[in-house]
């Protein structure tokens, strides 16, 4: 994970320690379950009417409803709140969740361009927050980038040799 870790660092800027500060408070218990819909239903919607048909293809197969649900749940569990996701659907297993989709880096800088101005729109999510968020939101952008875009071409590889 080091690896991974420094290599982002010199994309972001951001350390370990600045993307996983969403660890040292509880965002669930300050902010409230209503503010992470609010948040997930913006930037959904941001994303489904993306003028950049690029991106907007990305999701195309999917309901606007079922990402909002998915995502919230899931943000919900991640800064300190219940299991909702795991015990809708299991694990995250981010990496493998991702697997199908176009993950270049400039598709990660799409959804956090998008993630920044959905956050900038719930004036319940206070500065200090906001800024944990985006950095975790950053970090995991560009972790997720680089994991799956990495197994897509090792996939290739291999079924190349075939
Ligand atoms: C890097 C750019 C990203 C792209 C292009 C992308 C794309 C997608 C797509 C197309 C889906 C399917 C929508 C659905 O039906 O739920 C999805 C789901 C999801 N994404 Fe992302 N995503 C990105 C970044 C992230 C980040 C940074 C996170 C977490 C911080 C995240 C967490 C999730 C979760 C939890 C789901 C639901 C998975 C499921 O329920 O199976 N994604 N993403």
Redesign the pocket.
């Known amino acids: 994970m080091r690896d991974i870790d420094d290599l982002i660092e010199k994309k972001t800027g951001l350390s370990i320690e600045e993307a996983m500060s969403i660890d040292d408070t509880n965002l669930y218990k300050k902010l409230g379950e209503e503010t992470f819909w609010k948040l997930s239903t913006i930037f959904y919607t941001k994303v489904f009417n993306d003028e950049e048909l690029w991106f907007r293809n ?2 195309k197969n ?2 606007l409803e ?2 909002i649900q ?2 919230v749940e ?2 919900i569990q ?1 800064m300190g709140g219940p299991s909702y ?1 795991s015990h809708r ?1 299991g694990h ?1 297993a ?1 990496i493998a ?2 697997m199908d ?3 270049k880096e400039k ?2 800088e799409r ?1 956090l361009y998008h993630m920044k101005e959905a956050l900038s729109e719930v004036p319940a999510i206070d500065e200090d927050s906001k800024k944990r968020m985006m950095n ?2 950053t970090h ?2 560009y972790f ?2 680089i994991g799956v875009t990495g197994q897509q071409e090792a996939r290739r590889n291999e079924s190349g040799n075939l």
């Open positions: 990305i999701f999917r309901s079922d990402a998915n995502q899931f943000f991640r996701f659907k995250p981010l969740r991702h989709f176009n993950m598709a990660a959804w975790y939101f995991t952008a997720l980038s």
